[in-house]
Nanobody
Framework: QVQLVESGGGLVQAGDSLRLSCAAS????????MGWFRQAPGKEREFISAISLSGRMTYYAESVKGRFTMSRDNALNTVYLQMNSLKPEDTAVYYC?????????????????WGQGTQVTVSS
């Protein structure tokens, strides 16, 4: 099991940028594919991005492609989500997740670990 702690959320204006971080507890961090999800009030948790073990491959939802960039530093057991050109519709609680396979990065998947989330609020 991996313990994950997100940070970096806050209140910003439309067009601003934020960088979220997710620190993992395990030394075997490099063996986990990592993902970012978000959940707005009254909506289901949705996929935002994912990154491969090495960090060479990244995947994004269409809604954030070109604005968000995910990266990882395996030496620091940390993944990041750089969010640029933020919009009010990006307002949500953002969660990071760890899984041993890319297809397991989804809500409800067994053996997938989640952080507690960090709130991002974008005002218009």
């Amino acid at each position: 099991q991996v313990q994950l702690v997100e940070s970096g959320g806050g209140l910003v204006q439309a067009g601003d940028s934020l960088r979220l971080s997710c620190a993992a507890s395990r030394r075997t961090f490099s063996r986990y594919v990592m993902g970012w999800f978000r959940q707005a009030p009254g909506k289901e948790r949705e996929f935002i991005s994912a990154i491969s073990l090495s960090g060479r491959m990244t995947y994004y939802a269409e809604s954030v492609k070109g604005r968000f960039t995910m990266s990882r530093d395996n030496a620091l057991n940390t993944v990041y989500l750089q969010m640029n050109s933020l919009k009010p519709e990006d307002t949500a609680v953002y969660y990071c997740a760890a899984a041993d396979r890319l297809e397991m990065l989804r809500p409800g998947a067994p053996n997938t670990d989640w952080g507690q989330g960090t709130q991002v609020t974008v005002s218009s």
